[in-house]
């Protein structure tokens, strides 16, 4: 049976760790859970056709004669009784005035099983996999930066949300469904939330910027790979990204911001290492793993190092040992090292406890 729940502790954890530690961390969970300022409530009737077309993400899509349901909610309680298989929800929203200055977020809740989010007709976020290689995600919060360059500032938004359940409820479920502020998260100065060039395999010269990685695919950021048609890939594989450095920001050391990375990483700018967590060992088969996937990625970039208005590339290597694999949660981008600064400094305990589970216990019994 399908629960729906932001706080899943494994059996095997909850056995061994005192409860006094399970009951933290649940109460960190929960603190977690108000760390956010309601910018637009997006609760209510949102449009809703089943079945199954990409032209349904595109912000000119007719809508008009489509149903309306109650988000959020099972469809199956909404009266689409026992379906299973593809559906579409949209909703259209308009700004208030000053809300395109903040660092937007959308919550949707919880989705079963898998969805992709489109705003405006750019993909956003994806949770679960689609069919042939199905995988579930009805258990996972979704939270989404909103690129500010998508937005529309005047005129009318649209979120577009393609489903598909494989049994029992489906559907944008249950959770808080709107815009929100985070009062806690990183906004960076340059976002690469987005599609990033990737490739499986290993090779040194996938570091050299002048590589040409034109014929790579291409992956959206941040999301596992396997969500992204690579099912069950374990080992080595790429991430690049072009991007021009705006002048304001020239001369001046940053910081990169890679979010979540399961399992290791090594990070190159320009053809030059500037930070790696773990170590991926000549035979990466053979590398430690040490719950690395929780840590935060932030590496400093030195004053000089990026070319203002020309290329630069940013190439990640990424060993995944076993499970979901890639650059998977953000935030993703560049901020200036005295934005990451004071970030650091104004987080309180309970904030920085989810930065990966070494920082929870250091500040437990330290």
């Known amino acids: 049976m399908k629960k729906n729940t932001s706080v899943i502790l494994n059996p095997l954890i909850s056995r061994y760790l005192p409860i006094?530690?399970?009951?933290?961390?649940?109460?960190?969970?929960?603190?977690?859970?108000?760390?956010?300022?309601?910018v637009l409530d997006l609760r209510g009737k949102w449009k809703f056709e089943l079945g199954d077309d990409v032209k349904r993400a595109s912000v000119t899509f007719n809508d008009s004669k489509w149903d309306e349901i109650f988000v959020p909610s099972a469809w199956e309680d909404e009266g689409y009784p026992g379906y299973d298989g593809y559906a579409w929800y949209r909703k259209h929203f308009r700004l208030s005035p000053g809300a395109e200055k903040k660092a937007l977020y959308l919550r949707l809740g919880c989705v079963d099983d898998v969805s992709e989010i489109y705003l405006n007709g750019v993909l956003i976020g994806i949770t679960g996999n689609f069919p042939p290689d199905f995988m579930t995600a009805y258990n996972v919060e979704v939270i989404l930066p909103l690129p500010?360059?998508?937005?529309?500032?005047?005129?009318?938004?649209?979120i577009a949300v393609r489903v598909y359940d494989d049994q029992l409820a489906g559907g944008i479920v249950s959770g808080k469904i709107g815009l929100y502020e985070s009062k806690t998260y990183l906004t960076p100065e340059i976002s690469f939330v987005g599609n990033w060039r990737f490739k499986t395999g290993d090779s040194e010269k996938w570091t050299d910027p002048s590589f040409d990685d034109r014929s790579w695919n291409q992956i959206f950021v941040p999301a596992y790979w396997e969500s992204q048609g690579y099912p069950g890939y374990d080992g080595v594989a790429w991430y690049r990204l072009h991007f021009k450095l705006p002048a304001e920001l020239s001369g001046k050391t940053l910081v990169i911001l890679l979010g979540k990375i399961d399992d290791l990483d090594e990070t190159y700018v320009n053809g030059e290492e500037i930070g790696r967590t773990g170590r991926i060992r000549s035979n990466p088969k053979r590398s430690n793993l040490d719950g690395e996937y929780r840590e935060f990625r932030?590496?400093?970039?030195?004053?000089?190092?990026l070319k203002p208005g020309a290329d630069n590339v940013i190439a990640v290597r990424v060993y995944d040992?076993?499970?979901?694999g890639g650059i998977y949660e953000g935030?993703?981008?560049?901020?200036?090292?005295?934005?990451y600064k004071e970030w650091r400094k104004n987080l309180s305990w309970k904030e920085r406890m989810k930065d990966g589970s070494k920082n929870i216990f250091d500040m437990i019994f330290k």
């Open 321 to 324: 040992g076993g499970g979901p």
């Open 20 to 38: 006094s530690i399970i009951l933290l961390l649940v109460l960190v969970s929960f603190a977690a859970a108000q760390d956010w300022k309601s």
């Open 148 to 158: 500010q360059d998508v937005l529309s500032v005047s005129g009318d938004n649209v």
């Open 331 to 339: 935030p993703i981008g560049i901020t200036t090292r005295e934005q």
């Open 298 to 305: 932030a590496y400093t970039i030195s004053a000089g190092l």
